[in-house]
């Protein structure tokens, strides 16, 4: 195994195999615990319909059922957070009659989003490029998860894991601000491997990940834009032998990305110098 692959594997935590019924309990026991020491009443956040927010949805809502039948006072929200109408939203829908949340809620968005664009355009005379509005989005998306848990004293869900965390694919203090990571650990595959156990629909463990974020290329997948495979990022986090070009290709976007998974770098910190 190549050196840094090594390493990377020890920083992501994941494993080369795993026990996707222990995986779940394990999980849900952390959600439980996590809930209790930081005296909050349980957990929000975002449902898109894709694989990973529909498994930490699911962990959240048994979590919460756990905590109800032993006597505390728990809930669930889960948020549909749309950009004007999502061009998959029946597989939110179905996301969410797997989840069976406590309760969900549905903010769009738009206005929130193309009020800031109009505000920078007049600030600057020049346009918000279209992937730079898609963090745009994604930090509004957490804005909205923030205010619900600020409403109610609940943790923000985060749904980053090794297979995305490794390629440093989130959006700064976006999709990357989150109180708790409940699938932290875990690569895609084994993600899917959860859902399976869990009984979801074979459409959404199926789904291609998509972050969709922009207005031209609605639903473009990840794996598109990586320009590489998740079945090769499990691979190589696996610790299995992938080809040269596709490791040094994770490797490089591990190392530029080694910022978005540190708080920020202040004038003690040491780990960016070459
Ligand atoms: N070396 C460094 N040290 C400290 N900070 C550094 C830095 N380099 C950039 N930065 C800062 O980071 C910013 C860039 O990071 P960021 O704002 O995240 O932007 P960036 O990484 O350019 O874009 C986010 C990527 O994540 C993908 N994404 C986002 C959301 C969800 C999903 C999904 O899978 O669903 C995927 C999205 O498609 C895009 O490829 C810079 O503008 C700068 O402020
Ligand atoms: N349209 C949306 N509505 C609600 N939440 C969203 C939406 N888009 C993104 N999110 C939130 O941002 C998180 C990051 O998006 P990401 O695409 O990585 O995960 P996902 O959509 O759940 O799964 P996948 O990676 O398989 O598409 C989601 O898990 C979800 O919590
Ligand atoms: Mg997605």
Known sequence: MRQLQAEIIAEMGVQPEINAGEEIRRRVDFLKAYAAA?????????????????????????????????????????????????????DAQAALDFIAPSESLVYNVQPAVDGFEDEYVKMTGESITDFNKGNIKARVRMTAQYAVAGQHNLLVIGTDHGAESVTGFFTKFGDGGADILPLFGLDKRQNRQLLAELGAPAGLISKAPTADLLDDAPGQTDETELGIGYDTIDDYLEGRDVPVDAAEKIERRFLMTRHKRTVPVSVLDTWWKP
């Open 38 to 90: 930081s005296h909050t009443n349980g957990f929000v956040l975002g449902i898109s319909g894709g694989v990973d927010s529909t498994l930490a949805g699911k962990l959240a809502q048994l979590a919460v059922d756990e905590l109800k039948a032993e006597g505390t006072d728990a809930r669930f929200i889960a948020l549909r957070l749309p950009y004007k109408v999502q061009h998959d939203e029946e």
